[in-house]
């Protein structure tokens, strides 16, 4: 029987690109990429990472302790069986230039099978230690983390947000 997780792997790159669209030059949303996709495992809703430029991503955990680090083989113990997958976030001590120090992916298990679904990059990978070690785009983590329990991310536009706190008050 299938399932979200078999819908992913049959929609590919092409539906990554649905969920995430490319922003040339709009700032980085790859936490926002990573919580689309969650919300897709866990309840097939395509709902792809708003595109306006103005946009800011804000992670909220749902656990006052926030990100652990964990090992690979701690991620893949994370998700034992087909239809279980982790929000987790690569981080590099020394990003290169316009990069900032951390990156979102998930891992899932689908059919036994691990995969990274980094939908930033567009990229459903079953080389998971490869991922890792060269990291999105060419640079690598030094380490990894995730959050207990509970991933999500907000979005809101500052720009809708008058400055003024009167507006809308006085005629």
Same mark, same amino acid.
């Given at each position: ?5 078999? /819908? ?8 990554? %690109? ?6 040339? *030059?709009?700032? /980085? ?5 990573? =919580? ?9 809703? @395509? ?12 992670i909220r955990n749902r ?22 997958? @982790?929000? @987790? ?5 020394? #990003?290169?230039? *316009? ?13 036994? %099978? ?12 079953? /080389?998971?230690? *490869?991922?890792?070690?060269?990291? #999105? #785009? ?13 991933? =999500? ?14 507006? *809308?008050?006085?005629?």
């Amino acid at each position: 029987m299938s399932d979200h997780y078999d /819908d992913l792997l049959a929609g590919g790159t092409t539906l990554l %690109q649905r969920l995430s669209p490319p922003m040339a *030059g709009q700032g /980085d949303h790859c936490p926002e990429a990573a =919580d689309v996709v969650h919300d897709f495992l866990n309840n097939g809703s @395509v709902t792809p990472v708003p595109t306006s430029g103005s946009t800011e991503f804000l992670i909220r955990n749902r656990v006052l302790r926030g990100f652990r680090r964990v090992t690979l083989p701690q991620l893949r113990r994370m998700v034992p069986r087909h239809g279980t997958h @982790v929000v @987790v976030r690569g981080v590099r001590s020394h #990003p290169p230039s *316009g990069l900032t120090p951390h990156h979102y992916f998930v891992l899932a298990n689908i059919r036994g %099978q691990f995969y990274v679904i980094d939908a930033y990059m567009h990229q459903l990978r079953v /080389d998971v230690a *490869g991922y890792i070690a060269e990291g #999105p #785009p060419g640079e690598r983590f030094d380490y990894l983390e995730v959050i207990r329990r509970g991933y =999500d991310v907000e979005t809101h536009d500052p720009l809708a947000e008058s400055s003024d706190p009167l507006a *809308g008050v006085l005629p």
